[in-house]
């Protein structure tokens, strides 16, 4: 079994390429790019997905050794998986709503904050 710092590095690479993924696409799409024009757009969705999989991965590692069990997931745990799903989903955003990719752009370290502050302090 792979140790906690291990899986917390895993995590840590996920949320890179997740939210690296999604400020590109989100920057292009408020520069005027749309899916026919950028063309860089497999590239942002493949580290976006790799990403967001990488991320699941090291955050169940994670709960793994903390003890954790899936019938018993505290509140917090509900709260990042509802973040990673709406992550996931903002990035259809920028394409579809041009005129809200740059707060997709701003929101963006405002949720990894957000994720990075129930991890931390574990408040439910």
Request: glycine share 12%; hydrophobic share 60%.
């Amino acid at each position: 079994m792979m140790s906690y710092q291990a899986y917390k590095v895993i995590h840590l690479v996920g949320i890179f390429l997740t939210l690296g993924a999604l400020a590109g696409l989100a920057l292009a799409a408020a520069n005027g790019a749309t899916k026919q024009t950028n063309p860089a757009r497999r590239l942002i969705a493949v580290f976006h997905g790799v990403g967001l999989f990488v991320l699941l991965l090291g955050g169940f590692g994670l709960l793994a050794r903390l003890g954790i069990t899936h019938g018993s997931f505290p509140g917090w745990v509900w709260a990042k998986l509802g973040l990673w799903v709406l992550i996931g989903a903002l990035v259809a955003v920028p394409y579809r709503r041009p005129d809200l990719a740059r707060a997709v752009f701003v929101s963006i370290p405002l949720l990894g904050g957000l994720a990075a502050w129930l991890a931390i302090f574990k408040p439910f």
